[in-house]
């Protein structure tokens, strides 16, 4: 059988070629599993990558080289679509305790030498949450198999990138697990211990840490998303290696529930101009990372 032409290929010049690649599958927004992105749409043509192998080869390098990939954690059904109160019995609590440590989007280890840019969500938050006594820490630790299993994960995806990788940034959002799936719900309660699960897999993971410091990246940004506020910093890798994530989620934590506290009564005292809280408007939370200090936003 004769080969089928292709005027795509015989006649597009490569630079062409690679334009056209670009302008049907990359998108400026970090690309995110199913789950993390909710109801977001990227309007990417992928149905490109089936067309034969050589369009194939020529447009993967580019799907995987210019996207920025997000990586979350992927918790047990139901956390991942509902954190409200579902009922949770022993089969539950053994799923819980054997996470696999899953993570979205499922990019295979073939595409990962080609993946430039990544973004690494550090949130796992379980359905339940344990904690045992550490007399080295001097106080009570998180105890989380899934939450070190994804941390684990995260070692090995970092691996395999560490030659290639270009960017690297640091997120937790926190909502998919902080929105109610019912409107006329109120949102539900989000606990701080489980909030800084991952964070304290991460920290306790001697991997992954050498994983993060042979990375040949010297700025890593990181980035907290809440409904109503977003923390954004610039944290030079050094730094973000010899301070506790645990301390600076934390800190995060105290930031926002003070930003709250202050538009509230900001709130309270802006109906007749007096009260304690008069002209009040905050829009900043102070964090400090290794003794600089840096500020969140307020989104209202």
Known sequence: MAPTNSPFLDLLPPEMRLYIYSFLLVTPQPIKGTIARQDAKYNLHTA????????????????????????????????????????????????????????????????????????????????????TWSAADGGWKPTCVGAERYIASLFYILRCVESSLLSLSLCADMRPYSASRTPELEDPPLSPTKLLTGFHAA???????????????????????????????????????????????GQVLLARSEIRLKALLGEMGGDDGEGEGEGMEVKEGRVVIGLEERWGVWER
Not at 220 to 231: C, Y
């Open 203 to 249: 920290d306790t993971s001697p991997r992954f840490k050498a994983a993060l410091a042979a990375l040949p990246i010297d700025i890593i940004p990181l980035r907290f998303d809440f409904p109503e506020s977003h923390f954004d910093f610039c944290v030079e890798k050094r730094v973000l290696l010899r301070e506790s994530l645990v301390f600076l989620a």
């Open 48 to 131: 490109i990558l089936r067309t034969n192998r050589q369009i194939n080869d020529e447009a993967r390098s580019v799907f995987f080289g210019k996207n920025t990939f997000c990586i979350s954690s992927v918790p047990p059904a139901p956390s991942t679509t509902s954190v409200r109160n579902a009922a949770f019995n022993s089969e539950d609590q053994e799923e819980e305790d054997t996470g696999s440590g899953a993570f979205e989007p499922p990019l295979q280890l073939r595409d990962l030498p080609l993946v430039r840019h990544l973004e690494i969500d550090l949130l796992y938050y379980p359905r339940s949450l344990r904690t």
